[in-house]
């Protein structure tokens, strides 16, 4: 079994609820009804604090709109100025954004910090690759194969690592993540911040990372999920909802 949080994005027809609108939108991809295991979830629940920022912000002067959603319960309340869900237009996405840029500026100078002074280091995906395509080839050989290039062990020492407990896997290799340009690593980041990890556009279309990936180890497909997402949450009319519905699948 499985978690996520999906952005719901539906419009608010006259004399009906948005959450009724939501339940509607999200009715087709109920498992345990027509679309089976072809589903997303057996069990939802409006929740936008189930992300890091603690929910959607709200644009200064609005917070008490009544088309602002703070459905779920929050331990300790909610933060200020944050919700559930609501029209676009009453949401800030260049806060929390410029937020984030501020502390992946400050990541990558680290980064850069290190990466000067060694050779470029290959990532794990290629020795996962490897590892894909040569049975003489374990995983503990990528692995260790990768993590013993001198920038990856300089990377470690710094960041004050176990290494012979640290697991790089896709996700979390720092030559992926940090790649060699400043520019492209703040870019894909940065288009995190507002998105989940699943996406139910206005068409009724569900969309995650696997819709853009060409293969197991193809880790740019979840950057090309969420640039894509960024953009389409930010282009929406300002009176679409938004709302973040965590799921359970």
């Known amino acids: 079994m ?8 539906v419009t608010e027809p006259p004399g ?13 991809f109920d498992m345990n009804g027509a679309a089976g295991a072809e589903g997303r ?28 959603l703070r459905i779920s319960q929050p331990p300790g309340g909610w933060l200020p100025g944050r919700c559930d869900g ?26 850069d910090d290190i990466a000067r002074h060694h050779p470029p280091a290959r990532p794990i995906e290629e020795f996962l690759s490897r590892y ?6 374990s995983l503990d050989d990528a692995r260790r ?20 407990r640290i697991f790089f896997n896709e996700a979390t290799d720092p030559v992926y993540r940090y790649g060699y340009d400043r520019n492209w690593y703040i870019r ?11 996406l139910l556009t206005l068409d009724g279309t569900w969309t995650d990372y696997a819709d853009f990936s060409t293969g197991m180890f193809d880790m740019a497909a ?26 359970h699948c």
């Open 2 to 9: 499985a978690h996520a949080t999906v952005t719901v994005c």
């Open 16 to 28: 009906r609820a948005v959450v009724d609108v939501v339940a509607a939108a999200l009715e087709p």
């Open 41 to 68: 979830w057996d069990h939802w629940q409006i929740n936008g604090t189930a992300r890091p920022s603690g929910g959607l912000l709200i644009r200064q002067g609005w917070e008490n709109d009544p088309r602002v």
């Open 86 to 111: 609501a029209p676009r237009g009453l949401l800030d996405f260049d806060t929390d954004r410029a937020a984030a840029r501020r502390k992946l500026e400050m990541s990558w100078a680290e980064w």
């Open 132 to 137: 894909d395509t040569d049975p003489a080839y």
């Open 145 to 164: 194969d990768h993590r013993d290039q001198p920038l990856i062990q300089a990377f470690i020492t710094a960041r004050g690592l176990d290494a012979e």
């Open 188 to 198: 894909r980041l940065t288009a995190r911040e507002i998105p989940t990890p699943e």
């Open 222 to 247: 979840h950057d090309r999920y969420y640039i894509a997402a960024d953009e389409y949450l930010q282009n929406l009319p300002p009176d679409v909802h938004l709302v973040r519905v965590y799921i």
